[in-house]
């Protein structure tokens, strides 16, 4: 199965429609995103997709209040606060234990933990992937596109690994 993963939004709903496309295109189900919406209307575009959509707040979620209030009209959208997964409670997908934080900082302890089989997180804005043990540490980039060309990722959890894709 694979799974989208992004971050780092920034209300940029050209290049998160071009997400979509894809996500569609690959008869794609599920998205994790470590992050960085930005405003509301981002949520209405998430939650009108046939998407199921794993939400972490990042430093630019001003307005989390009428966010997470707008997630409660969609059922596809799930918002966990400031990370997700803990020892006794990842999200698995496919078997697959993930962990999210918008924070590198935050990820970095998560994934040495080895309680995950992936570790996603966003803010730099910058494509990273490495592997620590057999966890896979990732982030997906950015889809805004404001510092480095906008790119997302996609996880497939049959081969536990990543590839990334320009949007």
């Not at 939004?9 to 599920?30: F, G, S």
């Not at 234990?97 to 992936?118: I, L, N, Q, R």
């Not at 982030?139 to 790119?151: H, L, M, S």
Request: aromatic share 14%.
């Amino acid at each position: 199965m694979e799974i989208a993963i992004v971050s780092d939004i920034h209300d940029n709903l050209k290049n998160l429609n071009a997400v979509l496309d894809t996500c569609e295109t690959r008869n794609i189900e599920h998205m994790i995103c470590c992050g960085d919406l930005c405003s509301p209307f981002v949520i209405s575009a998430l939650g009108e997709s046939n998407l199921n959509v794993y939400i972490v707040f990042g430093n630019n979620d001003g307005d989390r209040f009428n966010m997470t209030r707008l997630a409660e009209q969609y059922p596809n959208i799930k918002i966990f606060g400031e990370y997700i997964g803990d020892e006794d409670n990842p999200l698995v997908l496919d078997g697959v234990k993930f962990g999210v934080s918008h924070f590198p900082f935050y990820a970095k302890t998560m994934v040495k933990t080895g309680w995950y089989d992936a570790v996603f997180f966003g803010h730099s804005h910058q494509y990273h992937k490495q592997k620590f043990g057999k966890s896979l540490y990732l982030n997906p980039g950015e889809v805004a596109g404001i510092f480095n060309e906008p790119t997302f990722a996609i996880y497939d959890t049959e081969f536990l690994g990543s590839e990334k894709i320009l949007i």
